[in-house]
Each structure stands twice: as structure tokens, then as C-alpha cells.
Nanobody, 124 residues
Framework: VQLQASGGGLVQSGGSLRLSCAAS????????MGWFRQAPGKEREIVAT????????YYADSVKGRFTISRDIAKNAVYLQMNSLKPEDTAVYYC??????????????????WGQGTQVTVSS
């Protein structure tokens, strides 16, 4: 599976961005998906996950109420709508795919495939 993340950029605090992740593999529905992020000098951390059917959604406490994860099976894509962005959201954002139809993992090692990352920078 090849994953291509896009949609990052520079935005002011309080602004919004929508990240997209396009997957090459069909059927895309056989994979749970996750968004992670990694800030300079920090470990990669979970942001949100979504199960193969679009349920089993999880958000990290730090983004709950501000970010929304969704997926479009027909388009082989997963999205992360990010609102009310804060400077502490600045990081490289990665999408990842987990094989099978189990509950999505919230740890890095639970995922089998990774996109290349897209930079999100939030200025204060």
C-alpha cells in the first residue's frame, strides 16, 4: 500500500487546514487508518484513528473537539479536518494504514504502512 499525504501548510492560530491521504491499495476498506504527528525533538504521537467501516473513531485529548477524521472508501482516501489550530499543533503529520479489520491501534508500531508526511505550521 502506498499512502500519499497532502494538504499541509502555514496557517495562523485559530485557522483551519484539511489534510488528505490517498491510498493506492484496493480494497481500501480492508484497512484501518490513523493520523499521527511528530514535532521537532518529540516522538511521533497519535492524533486520530478511524476503523475500516468508518466507525471506531478515536481522538487524542489534545485535538478532541477541534479535529475530525473521516474516510471515503470510494475515493480510497482519508481526511483530517483541523479547526481552531494552535501553535502546539505544529508538526509533520503522517497518515498510516493498519491491515485488517481490527480496532485501530493508537501506537506507531500498530501500523503497517506510512505516508511521507506533510508539514503543518501554525503561527501565533
Amino acid at each position: 500500500v502506498q499512502l500519499q499525504a497532502s494538504g499541509g501548510g502555514l496557517v495562523q492560530s485559530g485557522g483551519s487546514l484539511r489534510l488528505s491521504c490517498a491510498a493506492s491499495k484496493r480494497p481500501f476498506s480492508n484497512y484501518a487508518m490513523g493520523w499521527f504527528r511528530q514535532a521537532p525533538g518529540k516522538e511521533r504521537e497519535i492524533v486520530a484513528t478511524i476503523g475500516w467501516s468508518g466507525t471506531a473513531i478515536y481522538y487524542a485529548d489534545s485535538v478532541k473537539g477541534r479535529f475530525t477524521i473521516s474516510r471515503d472508501i470510494a475515493k480510497n482516501a482519508v481526511y483530517l479536518q483541523m479547526n481552531s489550530l494552535k501553535p502546539e499543533d505544529t508538526a509533520v503529520y503522517y497518515c498510516a494504514a493498519q491491515k485488517g479489520r481490527s480496532t485501530p491501534s493508537t501506537i506507531v508500531h500498530g501500523y503497517d504502512y506510512w505516508g511521507q508526511g506533510t508539514q503543518v505550521t501554525v503561527s501565533s
